[in-house]
Nanobody, 124 residues
Framework: QVQLVESGGGLVQAGGSLSLDCTNSGRTFSIYPMAWFRQAPGKEREFVAAISRYGGSTDYADSVKGRFTISRNDGAKKVYLQMSSLKPEDTAVYYC?????????????????WGQGTQVTVSS
């Protein structure tokens, strides 16, 4: 069983930084590829960043490359998203997701398990 819980969202000024956590509070001990997505009001959910099993490789959307960093601590069953140089257009609800099939990738449909989301608001 996989239960993902995000935390760390909040309000920050443009140019600031924020860190998000995603904890797998379920009983499973499997290590899955993980990703962060976001959804702004009136827009579709979009890919932000992904990390492979054990963290050997990462992938970022062009819009966040160089500003966001995804990492994981499998012992603690956590995935992190470190965000810096935030812009008002980064405002969205951020979701973490897990892919039990191991495919990883950028598609929303790839990921079976989702957290409830955490709000990030960047003021100008």
């Amino acid at each position: 069983q996989v239960q993902l819980v995000e935390s760390g969202g909040g309000l920050v000024q443009a140019g600031g930084s924020l860190s998000l956590d995603c904890t797998n509070s379920g009983r499973t001990f499997s290590i899955y590829p993980m990703a962060w997505f976001r959804q702004a009001p009136g827009k579709e959910r979009e890919f932000v960043a992904a990390i492979s099993r054990y963290g050997g490789s990462t992938d970022y959307a062009d819009s966040v490359k160089g500003r966001f960093t995804i990492s994981r601590n499998d012992g603690a069953k956590k995935v992190y998203l470190q965000m810096s140089s935030l812009k008002p257009e980064d405002t969205a609800v951020y979701y973490c997701a897990a892919d039990p099939t191991g495919q990883s990738g950028r598609g929303v449909g790839t990921y079976r398990y989702w957290g409830q989301g955490t709000q990030v608001t960047v003021s100008s």
